[in-house]
């Protein structure tokens, strides 16, 4: 079966300091994955997608960046973490678009 | 640019009571529709989808939906609510080619027993 794999859950770092959150699907090949910022009491912000190995797309300027080093592995990474960027992290994948995404349990990540 | 409105923040229902949660979409062409629901500090789960066909769809948990191009809506119904239903509901937006879709800033259902 198919499943997707964040973490971690919960994270509380210092301003300034390096951030790395990994995500990893099973059970399929080749997908599309994404990384969605959830601020409190709105809606979902998309931050990267990746179709392929080390093809990634930036919708949002920030602090932050993307690496997908293999099929199934997406990375969010911030060298320098502001206090802004707390916040749910989700991540997500897809095979065929118009069925919908797959998400991960998210990351709580507080700065301060 | 495709665009998805939930105008309200909060619903509250009583268990047992019919539900239907908003969402309306701007979009030129017939868009791909889907509605998600989110439990405190947990992912998205995907309730049901519309890009074709019957334009009354159903989902899981009990849950439907009716796609009317006219108003440029995607309702979500339940006859029955249940309090486990309490939770955060996102409708979403997609169009032919990325199929990226645009969400909404989510409808927060509150059940009373």
């Known amino acids: 079966s198919q499943t997707i794999h964040q973490w971690p859950a919960t994270l509380v770092q210092p301003v300034g300091s390096p951030l790395s959150l990994e995500c990893t699907v099973e059970g399929t090949s080749n997908p599309n994955l994404y990384w969605y910022r959830q601020a409190a009491g709105r809606g979902l912000q998309l931050l990267f997608y990746?179709?392929?190995?080390?093809?990634i797309s930036s919708e949002v300027p920030q602090n932050l960046s993307a690496s997908r080093p293999q099929d199934r592995q997406f990375i969010l990474s911030s060298k320098k973490l502001l206090l802004s960027d707390s916040g749910f992290y989700l991540c997500?994948?897809?095979?065929?678009?118009?069925?919908?995404?797959?998400f991960g349990s998210g990351t709580r990540l507080t700065v301060v | 640019a495709q665009s998805v409105t939930q105008p309200d923040i909060h619903i509250t229902v009583s268990e047992g009571a019919s539900l239907e949660l908003r969402c309306n979409y701007s979009y030129g062409a017939t868009p791909y529709l889907f509605w998600y629901v989110q439990s405190p500090g947990q992912g998205l789960q995907l309730l049901l989808k519309y890009f074709s066909g019957d334009t009354l769809v159903q989902g899981i948990k009990g849950f439907e939906a009716e796609f009317k191009r006219s108003q440029s809506s995607f309702n979500l119904r339940k006859p029955s609510v249940h309090w486990s239903d309490a939770a955060e509901y996102f409708c979403a937006v997609a169009s032919g080619g990325s199929y990226i879709p645009t969400f909404g800033r989510g409808t927060s259902l509150i059940v009373h027993p």
């Open positions: 997500a994948w897809s095979v065929a678009g118009r069925d919908g995404y797959t």
């Open positions: 990746s179709v392929g190995i080390g093809q």
